[in-house]
């Protein structure tokens, strides 16, 4: 089991920064792929990037170059840095986990999942 909470969103200009961060508890962090999604109001949950546990990294079309996902395993959480953000970022951003090593891009083959957090971008 791991229990995912995320933190970090709110209201930023467009071409500014904002960082998310996901704490997670349970003993399987360090062996979670995890991963970041984010779903705009009329619209399906769509993938932003993901991580494996030994810190591959995968990045969808969309926030690649602008966007980094990291983690601390040490410290069971992980993170995303927004920079360059564009209106059409706003969402509600989730964390998810799930075991194994590879990072699938459907929300379907996560097993845990954050509250969310809302990101907005203004023109």
């Known amino acids: 089991q791991v229990q995912l909470a995320e933190s970090g969103g709110g209201l930023v200009q467009a071409g500014g920064s904002l960082s998310l961060s996901c704490a997670a508890s349970?003993?399987?962090?360090?062996?979670?792929?995890m991963g970041w999604f984010r779903q705009a109001p009329g619209k399906d949950r769509e993938f932003v990037s993901g991580?494996?546990?030994?810190?591959?990294?995968y990045d969808a079309d969309s926030v690649k170059g602008r966007f980094t996902i990291s983690r601390d395993n040490a410290k069971n959480t992980m993170f995303l840095r927004m920079n360059s953000l564009k209106p059409e970022d706003t969402a509600v951003y989730y964390c998810?986990?799930?075991?194994?090593?590879?990072?699938?891009?459907?929300?379907?083959?996560?097993?845990?999942w954050g509250q969310g957090t809302q990101v907005t971008v203004s023109s």
């Open positions: 349970g003993r399987s962090f360090g062996t979670s792929v």
């Open positions: 991580i494996s546990s030994g810190g591959t990294t």
């Open positions: 998810a986990a799930r075991p194994g090593n590879a990072i699938p891009t459907s929300y379907k083959n996560y097993a845990y």
